[in-house]
Nanobody, 115 residues
C-alpha cells in the first residue's frame, strides 16, 4: 500500500505564490511516475506536473514557466512551487504516484486564487 499526504494549499491573491508538498510512505519502490494533477469544479482532472522514471519532468502547457516540480528523495516528498498564480489555477490539487499497474492518489488540497 501507498499513502500520500498533501499539504500547502490555501487562498492566495492573483500573482501570488504557494508551495504544495506531497509525502509518500508505504511500498514506494519502483515508482513509474509521481506528480500533481488538479481538478476544477465541473472539469476533468488534468496533469499539472510530474516526474517520470529517469527524472524526466512533464508540465501542462498552462503552467510552464510558472510552476516548478521538485523532489527530496531522502524524504520521499515531491513539491510543487506555484508562482504567478492566476484565478484559473483555482482547483483541488491531487498528488499521484504510479507504481506498476497501480495509481495512488492523495486526498487533495484546495488552491484558491482570488482577490
Amino acid at each position: 500500500q501507498v499513502q500520500l499526504v498533501e499539504s500547502g494549499g490555501g487562498l492566495v491573491q492573483p500573482g501570488g505564490s504557494l508551495r504544495l508538498s506531497c509525502a509518500a510512505s508505504g511500498s514506494i519502490s519502483s515508482i513509474n511516475a509521481m506528480g500533481w494533477y488538479r481538478q476544477a469544479p465541473g472539469e476533468q482532472r488534468e496533469l499539472v506536473a510530474k516526474f517520470t522514471r529517469g527524472g524526466i519532468t512533464n508540465y501542462a502547457d498552462s503552467v510552464k514557466g510558472r510552476f516548478t516540480i521538485s523532489r527530496d528523495n531522502a524524504k520521499n516528498t515531491v513539491y510543487l512551487q506555484m508562482n504567478s498564480l492566476k484565478p484559473e489555477d483555482t482547483a483541488v490539487y491531487y498528488c499521484n504516484l504510479q507504481r506498476g499497474l497501480w495509481s495512488y492518489w492523495g486526498q487533495g488540497t484546495q488552491v484558491t486564487v482570488s482577490s
